[in-house]
């Protein structure tokens, strides 16, 4: 079976784009692989945290990928910090990546962008990154496309290390979904939908209820050409529309621009098929959310399980360097 690896950042809740880049994904690849999903806590802590916060966070992110499908009988979820071989790869890895292969990436520099101070951490995250993935032996990372990047890095990064010390980490590839691979914001859709996004209209949130998802697609801005063609370029917030519905009833985009002529109608035929993609989603949401043990256990069982395979991995890479065995 092919081993998949994939990782989320327990900051604010999980979004429209989420689920349709990515843990959608998770769900269907959890029955064709043998899949880890990581809430990435310690990625978290890259930007300022309130104390407590990054913890529950973590929990509650942990509740809403299991409200989502991932089932801990056919999938190991466990937490980043959980398993303490992440970060003693991750500085392995920083040994392995250059300054300035690190400074060509795109989320650090939106991210850095107008901040009076600027973590290392921020700067040296995709090493982390790269470490979540190879520990695993992963052969295939599903994600959004705005993570091509790291998971490219992740693989030079790789073949750099096995050319410097022989054959260790396997080579993965990024699974980027043919569609909702980069969902825009409704109010601004020239910048993708993003739990960092200024306004709350333009970001559907898992749990948003109903009446409030209808809303926002009402409320989308489109522009003034009148016409309904998928043209991102030209036309960003319409196609955005024709994506989200489109990925939401497993149709390509062009084929549902085909079926309208107005705006009104795509926009409310679009926040109605959210609507119905959220609904069994909030309805488990409900649930697990009241049985926060059983969550804790998922965790616990996850994180032994991915410890046992990272622990091999991380191992094999310290004596491939040649480090002096403990014992
Ligand atoms: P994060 O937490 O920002 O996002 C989690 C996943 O959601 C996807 N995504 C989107 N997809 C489509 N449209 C959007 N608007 C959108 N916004 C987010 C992301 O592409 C991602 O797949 N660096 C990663 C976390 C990470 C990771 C890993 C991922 C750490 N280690 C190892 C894969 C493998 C991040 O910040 O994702």
Request: charge should be negative; aromatic fraction near 6%.
């Amino acid at each position: 079976m092919p081993r998949v690896f994939s990782g989320i950042q327990p900051t604010g809740s999980l979004h429209l784009g989420n689920l349709l880049g990515a843990v959608r994904n998770w769900v269907h690849e959890q029955d064709q692989a043998d899949s880890f999903y990581c809430v990435v806590d310690l990625h978290a802590l890259t930007v300022p945290a309130a104390p407590g916060a990054v913890g529950s966070q973590t929990l509650e992110l942990a509740t809403t990928l299991l409200a989502c499908g991932l089932d801990p009988a056919r999938c190991t979820l466990f937490v980043q910090s959980h398993v303490p071989q992440h970060t003693s790869l991750g500085w392995i890895l920083q040994c392995t990546t250059g300054f300035g292969e690190l400074r060509r990436m795109t989320q650090f520099k939106e991210k850095s962008l107008g901040q009076d101070s600027v973590s290392a951490g921020l700067f040296t995250y995709p090493a982390l990154q790269a470490a979540d993935i190879l520990l695993y032996d992963t052969d295939s990372v599903p994600v959004g496309e705005d993570q091509r990047q790291h998971i490219e890095l992740t693989r030079d990064v790789a073949e750099r290390f096995n050319s410097r010390y022989g054959e260790t980490f396997v080579i993965p590839q990024a699974a980027v979904p043919t569609a909702g691979a980069r969902v825009m914001d409704l109010q601004e859709p020239d910048r993708k939908m993003s739990k960092s996004s200024s306004t709350d209209a333009g970001i559907v949130g898992l749990d948003d209820p109903p009446e409030s998802v209808v809303k926002k697609f009402k409320r989308a801005v489109t522009d003034s050409l009148g016409e309904v063609r998928y043209d991102p370029d030209a036309q960003p917030g319409v196609s955005n529309l024709l994506s989200i519905l489109g990925a939401a009833t497993n149709r390509a985009p062009e084929s549902v621009a085909a079926e309208y002529t107005m705006y009104g109608p795509l926009k409310s035929d679009a926040g109605e098929a959210v609507v119905e993609l959220l609904r069994p989603i909030q309805s488990q949401l409900a649930e697990f959310r009241s049985d926060p043990a059983a969550v804790a256990v998922a965790l616990r069982t996850g994180a032994d399980k991915a410890e046992s395979v990272a622990a091999e991995v991380l191992e094999r890479a310290e004596r491939h360097i040649g480090l002096l065995p403990r014992r």
